[in-house]
């Protein structure tokens, strides 16, 4: 059973008993003795993914973090896309090894992870001739994969432990100072010139006709350059990357990202943290999940377990599926890609301000618990959401978190700014200038939606996690890959000139900060070398290619997924 009532029937899973006799045994002795010296199978892990009994597996130990859930600050949604797996590559790279020694502590460890190869399970290959052959070999194809994976792990763990001995993760706020004063220079003067527009005795009225328009649309551009180049720096401080204190970059989080962007820094952190941990994952990752509008990859319009009732959402707790306008729309939706983009913004306020009144933790928790509900429901029901395969399914809602009571004000009082600010510089403006004002500042800013899409859009998708599940192009076919392998084929690289760097805001490296979130926007340049390295060894391909060119490839997966997926559709 995959979390969120996904079934994981989209790669080669096991379908026989869950619980296997080394866990009985393991079970038994636990009651005789220390329960952290208990074995704990794969397949019992994977039992252990919902908000009433959430397990994980670290450097080899398997934890319960059932009471974690509501404690954790990136939200739990983030751990939840790891739920039942090993997620030691995900909590390494997300999290400072003080941050994990501090808290792993107070986590209770229930028993040490059985190595995966131990026991392959075989469902297909005892074939009825008794081909033993053809059962070795594909048992031995398998052991083969799970250790090019833990070799992989272990290359990038190494890695990672020689970045921290050399200073990478080392945060210097002084190197902000550059950025801070262009940001501000691109704010000041976008102001500037959309106030001189309006004034009739102004340098701009009293010269050229056109100056008007080209003083307006000009400050917009600014503006919409500000808030592009503002975002950099509030992902920063909601990777903890700017000061390396936690708590003082979610202050300083404030300020960047809620005062003078309208983005709350406390959504951004419970939508990004998933996408790290779960990175394309048709389930799990919000940044693709965008049905019935986009439809990125040909399964996120089918529903779980082939039916059409749509894929389980486990970020937004709801079904999401292809209705009748999604398929009226869904074939062009490359040519209202862009468009799209130019407005996102204003959804991002608007998720803001849900996401403000959802976390207000002045009002009673509206689930049965702290942490999220469970909706079970048998197969014989009438309800949509219940798969037609003779199983019952569970389908979570997982709670938002609760911040204190001053951190919420604080996020309030922090959008409340920039709507201040935002209606004192639209309000000395005529109503025409106004409109367009706002409209071409935030067409403006949407090149950084479109910079985030470009990464991912055009590379591979899964199922669950990071490559857990489903993955379409998983070597030898068993449709998963580990979480650094992943990376590089849900994640590409743009292209470009280190002059540039100011536009892309160092975040073009998208694999290297997929591989390492930590590590400064500065060093990703530099990070490349050695990561290739790596992924040369192992033949995983890395794909980078310049702005215009990965445009042109995201814009033929999307119209090529389009047509696709409507065809699909008339054949049912």
């Not at 919409?224 to 509030?234: E, H, K, S, T």
């Not at 859009?457 to 076919?477: H, L, Q, T």
Request: aromatic share 10%; charged share 20%.
């Amino acid at each position: 059973m995959g979390k969120g009532g996904c079934l994981k029937n989209d790669g080669p899973v096991n379908t026989k008993a869950a619980i296997t006799p080394e866990d009985v045994i393991s079970t038994t002795k636990q009651r005789v003795s220390s329960s952290s010296k208990r074995l704990i199978s794969h397949e019992l892990l994977a039992t252990k993914c919902t908000v009433k009994e959430c397990w994980v597996a670290y450097e080899g130990n398997v934890y319960d973090v059932t009471h974690w859930l509501s404690k954790h600050p990136g939200g739990m949604r983030s751990i939840m896309s790891a739920a039942g797996r090993d997620a030691t590559s995900v909590m390494k790279s997300l999290h400072a090894p003080r941050t994990l020694d501090h808290y792993m502590r107070r986590v209770r460890r229930v028993g040490v992870l059985k190595p995966k190869y131990d026991f392959v399970v075989d469902d297909v290959i005892n074939t009825d001739d008794g081909n033993k052959d053809q059962s070795n070999d594909c048992k031995r194809r398998q052991i083969n994969a799970l250790k090019r994976a833990k070799a992989i792990e272990n290359d990038f763990s190494a890695l990672n432990d020689k970045l921290l001995r050399d200073g990478w993760f080392e945060a210097k706020p002084l190197y902000y100072w550059a950025a801070i004063i262009r940001a501000l220079g691109l704010l000041a003067t976008g102001v500037y010139l959309v106030l001189q527009s309006q004034q009739e005795n102004g340098w701009v009225n009293n010269s050229y006709p056109w100056m008007f328009h080209a003083a307006l649309v000009g400050g917009s551009i600014l503006i919409g350059l500000f808030f592009q180049n503002i975002a950099f720096m509030g992902h920063d401080a909601g990777h903890g990357s700017i000061t390396g204190s936690f708590h003082l970059d979610v202050w300083i989080g404030l300020i960047i990202g809620s005062a003078l962007t309208g983005i709350d820094i406390g959504w951004w952190k419970s939508t990004h943290y998933v996408h790290h941990s779960a990175t394309n994952s048709i389930h799990d990752d919000p940044d693709i999940q965008h049905l019935p509008l986009l439809c990125l990859e040909e399964r996120m319009a089918e529903g779980d377990n082939g039916s059409d009732t749509g894929r389980w959402s486990t970020y937004h707790g709801r079904l999401m599926f292809l209705d009748k306008i999604g398929k009226v729309l869904i074939p062009y939706q490359h040519f209202y890609f862009y468009p799209v983009m130019a407005v996102a913004r204003v959804n991002l306020y608007i998720q803001s301000i849900i996401y403000v009144i959802q976390t207000c933790p002045f009002r009673s928790q509206k689930l049965s618990s702290n942490t999220g509900t469970t909706l079970s429901q048998n197969a014989n029901t009438t309800n949509p959401n219940v798969n037609n395969d003779g199983q019952k399914h569970v389908k979570e809602i997982y709670d938002w978190p609760r911040p204190s009571k001053i951190t919420w004000l604080a996020s309030c009082a922090s959008l409340m700014v920039f709507y201040f600010l935002m209606y004192t510089l639209l309000s000395q403006l005529s109503l025409a200038s106004a409109i367009a004002c706002f409209a071409v500042s935030h067409m403006m800013a949407g090149l950084l939606h479109v910079q985030i899409m470009l990464s991912h859009i055009a590379m591979e998708y899964c199922i669950d996690g990071s490559g857990a599940v489903g993955a379409n192009a998983a070597p030898k076919d068993f449709g998963e890959v580990g979480y650094y392998e992943w990376q590089a084929r849900s994640t590409m690289d743009i292209a470009c000139s280190p002059k540039m760097d100011w536009f892309h805001g160092g975040l073009q490296f998208q694999l290297e900060h997929h591989l390492f979130p930590r590590v400064p926007r500065w060093n990703l340049r530099k990070l490349m070398p050695l990561v290739d390295e790596i992924f040369q060894k192992y033949d995983i391909p890395v794909v980078r290619m310049g702005f215009y060119e990965g445009n042109c490839v995201m814009m033929r997966h999307i119209a090529d997924i389009g047509s696709k997926v409507v065809k699909s559709h008339k054949q049912q």
